[in-house]
């Protein structure tokens, strides 16, 4: 879980790189869901990009990602993945997720 993380986009990044990174990594080529805390659209390109290098870097192993804090969607997302073999590089959103304001985080 990537969760916690800050709320600049290139502090999130930089923090995400440093604690979860070789962790994920270390576990590759195993498939792995990342899951997010919900956050402002700034966060979408390096949450994309971190996925799609995984994702490259674990084949044949999957890597995708989830945003959203309803443990039952996000659940439900990952069961899906899991049923979905051919589905990597992705990041997902959950119908519940809004930003630390309230607002509803753009898909």
Same mark, same amino acid.
């Given at each position: 879980?990537? /969760?916690?993380?800050?709320? $600049?986009?290139? *502090?999130?990044?930089?923090? &995400?790189?440093? !604690? +979860?990174?070789? $962790? ?11 899951? &997010? *805390? ?9 949450? /994309? ?6 994702? !490259?870097? #674990? @084949?044949? %192993?999957? @890597?995708? #990602? @989830?945003? %959203?804090? *309803? ?5 439900? =997302?990952?069961? +899906?993945?899991?049923?979905?073999? %051919?589905?990597?590089?992705? @990041? &997902? =959103?959950?119908?519940?997720?809004? =930003?630390? *304001? ?6």
């Amino acid at each position: 879980m990537a /969760r916690g993380l800050p709320a $600049k986009p290139l *502090d999130a990044a930089a923090e &995400f790189a440093a !604690r +979860f990174l070789p $962790k994920i990594r270390a576990a590759l080529p195993a498939d792995i869901v990342i899951l &997010f *805390d919900p956050a402002d659209h700034p966060h979408d390109s390096w949450r /994309r990009a971190m996925v799609e290098e995984l994702a !490259r870097e #674990a @084949v044949p %192993g999957r @890597v995708n #990602a @989830v945003v %959203g804090m *309803d443990v039952a969607a996000v659940e439900e =997302t990952v069961a +899906f993945l899991e049923r979905a073999p %051919g589905v990597t590089g992705q @990041v &997902f =959103t959950t119908n519940d997720a809004v =930003t630390h *304001d309230g607002t509803p985080v753009s898909r």
